[in-house]
């Protein structure tokens, strides 16, 4: 397989992955975006850090994905001697990736929706 399918078969499951947390996205988006109206706060500049949030939030869970795919620890092999394991950067990446997404969510004055009881959890 060469390089060009790889990418575009990385690119389809990108995509895939993308869909399936489509309708998640939908509702957290447009929950925010109803929490700014309710604050009365209103304004493109707003939208944008909403939109923002989301692209982080993408980006987040590829992150996630990344780490649960590979391990905290990844193989690499640089020559025919020089191999071994080093820290995976998708797990320092999250930690940013999700600092950067509570500055924004500070800066629009906004809180964490409550979730929903799903019945899931029992003692």
Do not use: C
């Amino acid at each position: 397989m060469d390089e060009i399918d790889m990418q575009g078969q990385l690119q389809a499951a990108r995509e895939k992955r993308y869909k399936s947390r489509k309708r998640k996205r939908n509702v957290i988006k447009k929950g925010l975006l109803s929490q700014l109206d309710e604050l009365g706060i209103s304004g493109k500049h707003f939208e944008d850090l909403v939109e923002d949030y989301m692209s982080l939030w993408d980006t987040k869970n590829e992150l996630i994905f990344d780490i649960e795919d590979k391990g905290v620890s990844v193989f690499y092999q640089n020559g025919a001697n020089q191999w071994g394991y080093k820290k995976n950067d998708s797990v320092a990446e999250l930690n940013r990736v999700n600092a950067q997404m509570l500055k924004i969510i500070a800066s629009l004055h906004l809180q964490p929706e409550a979730k929903e009881d799903d019945g899931d959890f029992t003692l």
